[in-house]
T-cell receptor
Framework: NAGVTQTPKFRILKIGQSMTLQCAQD?????MYWYRQDPGMGLKLIYY???????DKGEVPNGYNVSRSTTEDFPLRLELAAPSQTSVYFC????????????FGSGTRLTVV | GDSVTQMEGPVTLSEEAFLTINCTYT??????LFWYVQYPGEGLQLLLK?????DKGSNKGFEATYRKETTSFHLEKGSVQVSDSAVYFC????????????FGTGTRLTIIP
């Protein structure tokens, strides 16, 4: 069982370029999340979704967009990349039960130059 | 709102030393509590959890007890190894309709041989 799969693992973007970070889960989880982790820092929530067709902003949504057309996939779109978006991006999924934690992907390391 | 306060790091210990990483929380209701571990270059992995007061979570020699009276969930290990070097995150998830985990800021642990 794959769990949460993120692609690509690494990417270098030039300022102003756009890209989509892919995230897929095969656990039939309704809830999915995108976080960013800056060097030496904790996690900041970008966007989350509680089911197909439903998304909501987290703490740091500016510069990002998401969509959730299926239960399995939750892509994160970066428009007009900026150096401040250099970070490691983690996708996670969960059931809606409070006693269930998150399953995380292995991350995408993005550098904007 | 919900919050998690973790012992500030970094923490450096010698191999076979006793480890404690403090974690306290503020939450409405009766949250579930989690410890996640992040090894260098990897995503977060669930280390252990406890879902009600006085529960003890344990895994890989690590333990943490859910203390409702002191609102704490301290992580302990009797004899650390070099392979335990990682960043440790304490987190909570409310059982009252809040679908998101609230994370602490993380504690970087380095074990020297």
């Amino acid at each position: 069982n794959a769990g949460v799969t993120q692609t690509p693992k690494f990417r270098i973007l030039k300022i102003g370029q756009s890209m989509t970070l892919q995230c897929a889960q095969d656990m039939n989880h309704n809830y999915m999340y995108w976080y960013r982790q800056d060097p030496g820092m904790g996690l900041k929530l970008i966007y989350y979704s509680v089911g197909a067709g439903i998304t909501d902003k987290g703490e740091v949504p500016n510069g990002y967009n998401v969509s959730r057309s299926t239960t399995e996939d939750f892509p994160l779109r970066l428009e007009l990349a900026a150096p401040s978006q250099t970070s490691v991006y983690f996708c996670a999924s969960s059931t809606q039960q409070g006693n269930y934690g998150y399953t995380f992907g292995s991350g995408t390391r993005l550098t904007v130059v | 709102g919900d919050s998690v306060t973790q012992m500030e790091g970094p923490v450096t210990l010698s191999e076979e030393a006793f480890l404690t990483i403090n974690c306290t929380y503020t939450a409405t209701g009766y949250p579930s509590l989690f410890w996640y571990v992040q090894y260098p270059g990897e995503g977060l992995q669930l280390l252990l959890k406890a879902t009600k007061a006085d529960d003890k979570g344990s895994n890989k020699g690590f333990e943490a007890t859910y203390r409702k009276e002191t609102t704490s969930f301290h992580l302990e290990k009797g004899s650390v190894q070099v392979s335990d070097s990682a960043v440790y995150f304490c987190a909570l998830r409310s059982n009252f309709g809040n679908e998101k985990l609230t994370f602490g800021t993380g504690t970087r642990l380095t074990i020297i041989p």
